[in-house]
């Protein structure tokens, strides 16, 4: 008697598992059908480079990027790279590509250090010309107008004086 009851239970538990990882096959089909990543499907084409830029903040050429809130521009990245020192302390290094219709020749981002953002456009004869409408904080992130995702950032390492940029 006692042989058929531990049958029944180890047969009760065969089903059960079977179950349960049938159930949790389930649960791992839905979780990574539905991680096709929309998010990325309409983010522009900007082509990745290699970006490698050190800068030492002793030299007078960058002495002042210790402040809070400056910036700097560099060559690399598909359009140049901004370097940042955010008001948040962190250094950003930023693709100024704007995310918006990036193969236009207008669609370069520059700084516009009265409303302390960074904007899509560019500066003619002392002229502001909009290309796009698109507004970015100084740590690349959206803030307004048509694109729709951030600006491309670089990894920042700071050790000391020197600030290196990679990506």
């Not at 809130?69 to 020192?85: K, M």
């Not at 302390?89 to 669609?107: G, H, M, V």
């Not at 250090?113 to 740590?139: H, I, M, P, T």
């Not at 700071?158 to 290196?164: K, M």
Request: contains cysteine.
């Amino acid at each position: 008697m006692l042989d058929i009851m531990v049958g029944k239970v180890e047969r009760g538990f065969t089903t059960m598992n079977k179950l349960l990882g049938a159930f949790l096959m389930f649960l791992m089909v839905v979780t990574f059908s539905s991680c096709n990543d929309d998010q990325n499907q309409n983010r522009p084409f900007i082509p990745s480079v290699p970006v490698n830029i050190t800068v030492n903040t002793d030299l007078p050429l960058h002495f002042h990027l210790k402040n809070l809130g400056s910036f700097a521009y560099f060559e690399g990245g598909n359009r140049g790279v901004f370097l940042v020192h955010n008001f948040d302390d962190q250094f950003y290094a930023l693709e100024r590509t704007c995310a918006f219709e990036p193969d236009r020749a207008c669609s370069r981002v520059e700084v516009d250090s009265l409303n302390f953002q960074l904007r899509c456009g560019e500066l003619v004869d002392g002229v502001w010309e909009e290309c796009c409408a698109s507004k970015y904080s100084f740590d690349g992130n959206l803030q307004e107008g048509p694109a729709q995702f951030p600006l491309r950032r670089y990894a920042v390492q700071f050790n000391g004086s020197l600030i290196t940029v990679r990506n």
